[in-house]
C-alpha cells in the first residue's frame, strides 16, 4: 500500500519503519525540520518499569489527592488551562483514585501488557539493526515512607501477576545497588526493578530514521498537513489546495492529532500535559546514578544518559509562555537530595518543557479511526518511547490484516 504517516516524532518514526519493513510504500510529514523535534526531544528517557513510570497511568504511583492549586499542586493549572482541559483532569484524577482505593482499571493491565511487549519489540530492532541508544538497565523506585509503600501495593501485585521481576528493598539495599545516594536523605524502603531500563529517545530516532530511508520511506519535513480526507484517503498540505492522495493515512501528530481529528467528526479528550527535563554534564560517578531512580512522592525521575544526568517532572495544563520556576526549583532540590555533587550544575543546566497528548485512563488510541482509510496511533501521554515499537508493530500487523501478537481491545477509538 500507499501509506501517509503524519509526525515524525518517536511514534511516527517507529510506525514508518515497520510498515516499511512490510513492504509498503510510505511518506512522512513532518512540521519540523528533523525527527523527534517537539515530545520526543529530551523527555526522561525512561522505557521501563511501566507502570512506576511517574506519569504512566493515573494513579499507578500512588494516591492522587495531592492539591491541584499552590506550589505543591501534582497538576499545575496554568493560565491558559481550557474548560476541556478541566474537563480531562476530573477524568484523570477520578481514574486516578479508583487505583489508590484499589480498584484497578482494565486500563492498567492493558498498558502493562503492552508496555512489555514493545520492550520485547525495541530490543529485536536494536539487535537487527545494531543500534545502541545510550541504554542502560536496572531502576529503583525511591519511597520516603511507609505510606507510600503500602499506596502502591494493588500495582505491586499486578505487576508480580504479570511476571514482572520486582524487589522489595530497605534504605541499606537501595545504596547498595546506587550507591551514589545521598545518606542523609531520608529514604523508606525501595523497589528496585533489574530490567527496568532507560536510553536517549531521541538519539534512537534519528537512527531509526536512518534505517527507515534505507527501506525507501520518504521523509517531507518543513510540511505542515492541513487537512485529513478520507473516501478517498488523503492529506492537504499548507500552501496546497489538492490533497495527495493516499491509500491509507496513519495519524502520529501527539497533540496536533485533536485539532486534524474534528472536521472529521472524531473527538477524543485529548490534553496537552507538559513536564520539564533539565539535562546537566556529569560531574562526579560516585556520587551520581548509574541507571534510573524515580522519586515516587515528587513524581520525577533521574536518569543517567552517557555522561549526563537528565532529571524529569511537572506536569502542567494549559499554556503558559515562561517556565515554571518552582517546578524547576522543585526538580533541582530532589537532584541535589539524592546525588549531591553528582552533577555540573555551575556549567548550567539545559531546561527544556515538552507537552505530552494524554487521554485520561492513560492508553493510546490504536487501530482504525471509524473512518475509511484513516488509522490512529496517538495518545500516548508519558509512555510514548516505552511503548512506540509495540504500538508500530500492532498497527502494522492490523494493516496488514494480521492478528497482532499482543491483545489491543483496550486500545480502540471505541472505547470513547
Not at 500500500?1 to 510510505?26: N, P, Q, S, W
Not at 493515512?249 to 477524543?268: D, F, K, M, N, T
Not at 515499537?389 to 494493516?399: K, P
Amino acid at each position: 500500500m500507499k501509506i501517509a504517516i503524519v509526525g515524525a516524532g518517536i511514534v511516527g518514526v517507529t510506525t514508518a519503519y515497520e510498515l516499511a519493513r512490510d513492504g509498503h510504500a510510505v511518506t512522512v510529514f513532518e512540521r519540523r525540520a528533523s525527527a523527534a523535534e517537539e515530545s520526543s526531544f529530551a523527555n526522561a528517557g525512561l522505557l521501563a518499569p511501566g507502570l512506576l513510570r511517574p506519569w504512566a497511568a493515573p494513579g499507578a504511583l500512588g494516591p492522587a489527592r495531592a492539591p491541584l492549586l499552590g506550589r505543591q499542586a501534582l497538576v499545575r493549572i496554568a493560565s491558559g488551562a481550557t474548560r476541556a482541559d478541566l474537563a480531562w483532569l476530573w477524568r484523570w484524577r477520578r481514574n486516578a483514585l479508583q487505583t489508590s482505593k484499589g480498584v484497578l482499571p482494565p486500563a492498567l493491565a492493558a498498558l502493562e501488557q503492552l508496555a512489555r511487549y514493545s520492550h520485547r519489540r525495541l530490543h529485536q530492532t536494536l539487535e537487527t539493526l545494531q543500534l545502541d541508544p545510550e541504554t542502560r538497565r536496572g531502576g529503583l523506585v525511591l519511597l520516603r515512607s511507609e505510606a507510600e509503600h503500602a499506596a502502591l501495593a494493588p500495582v505491586l501485585q499486578l505487576l508480580r501477576d504479570a511476571g514482572v521481576a520486582l524487589h522489595e528493598l530497605d534504605a541499606e539495599a537501595a545504596r547498595t545497588i546506587e550507591p551514589g545516594l545521598c545518606p542523609q536523605t531520608p529514604l523508606a524502603c525501595a523497589l528496585h526493578l533489574p530490567g527496568g531500563e532507560l536510553g536517549n529517545c531521541r538519539l534512537f530516532a534519528l537512527m531509526l530514521r536512518q534505517a527507515a530511508q534505507a527501506l525507501g520511506v520518504e521523509f517531507m519535513f518543513g510540511t505542515t498537513v492541513r487537512q485529513l480526507h478520507t473516501a478517498p484517503a488523503g492529506v492537504e498540505l499548507a500552501g496546497d489546495t489538492r490533497p495527495q492522495r493516499f491509500d491509507a493515512i496513519v495519524l502520529c501528530a501527539g497533540g496536533a492529532s485533536a485539532e486534524l481529528l474534528r472536521p472529521l467528526g472524531l473527538r477524543l479528550p485529548l490534553a496537552q500535559l507538559h513536564g520539564y527535563t533539565m539535562s546537566t554534564p556529569l560531574r562526579d560517578e560516585l556520587h551520581a546514578p548509574l541507571a534510573s531512580v524515580v522519586d515516587a512522592s515528587q513524581r520525577i525521575s533521574i536518569t543517567r544518559l552517557g555522561q549526563r544526568i537528565r532529571v524529569a517532572g511537572g506536569a502542567e495544563l494549559g499554556h503558559c509562555a515562561t517556565h515554571h520556576q518552582p517546578t524547576l526549583e522543585r526538580m533541582y532540590q530532589v537532584l541535589t537530595g539524592w546525588f549531591p555533587g553528582g552533577a555540573q550544575l555551575s556549567a548550567g543546566a539545559q531546561v527544556w518543557r515538552g507537552s505530552r497528548a494524554m487521554l485520561p485512563d492513560g492508553l493510546p488510541v490504536l487501530g482504525l479511526s471509524g473512518q475509511p482509510g484513516l488509522w490512529l496511533n496517538i495518545g500516548h501521554g508519558d509512555s510514548g518511547w516505552a511503548l512506540a515499537s509495540g504500538c508500530a508493530r500492532v498497527l502494522s500487523d492490523l494493516m496488514a490484516q494480521r492478528t497482532p501478537e499482543v491483545d489491543h481491545g483496550a486500545l480502540t477509538m471505541g472505547r470513547w
